[in-house]
């Protein structure tokens, strides 16, 4: 039977080490931002090529759903997402972000043209990696203050309410600036 400290007598320690090495890079580099922490600034791109960043959303509860149009769940996790957006349109703002090829983004903003939620696209991946991406549907729930609140890996009608009370509970928190008001 082998074990680690068997492995690491053995001449494989090196490989071991550098083993170890490689995949905690690897995990680091695809670490979601922890609840409380400070959310990444840039999320997308819309179909122009323009950024799509939380600065504009100052203030309101973000809601961020990395989505892709093969999967079951995000596409019936959209609905929903649009009516929050319509129902929370002064306090939250909606972001889906599809994670396909530019062509398949294309599709979609003129399917989806009519809907209230910001939609944009993440071609280098730089959102997804930002935010820890591994699966979808990957959704955060980003406080008025800019901090992450929750993040809510798939998808499950179960998850609903849950869901439902941290948006609730992200609304009535004071904004960054009302913190620092004397």
Known sequence: MLTLMRILRSGLRHELLGLCFLLMATSVAWASPRVGDMAPEVVGK?????????APYAGKVVVLSFWATWCPHCLKELPILEGIQKTGAEQVQVIAVNTEP?????????????LSMQLAWDPGKIGAEAYGVKGIPHL???GRDGRVQRVFKGYGESSLDHIVAELNQAIAAPAQQELSKP
């Not at 819309?46 to 939380?54: H, I, R, W």
């Open 46 to 54: 819309t179909l122009e090529g323009e950024t799509v960043s939380l």
């Open 102 to 114: 530019r062509d398949v983004y294309k599709k979609v903003v003129r399917a989806m043209k009519g």
């Open 140 to 142: 955060v729930i980003i």
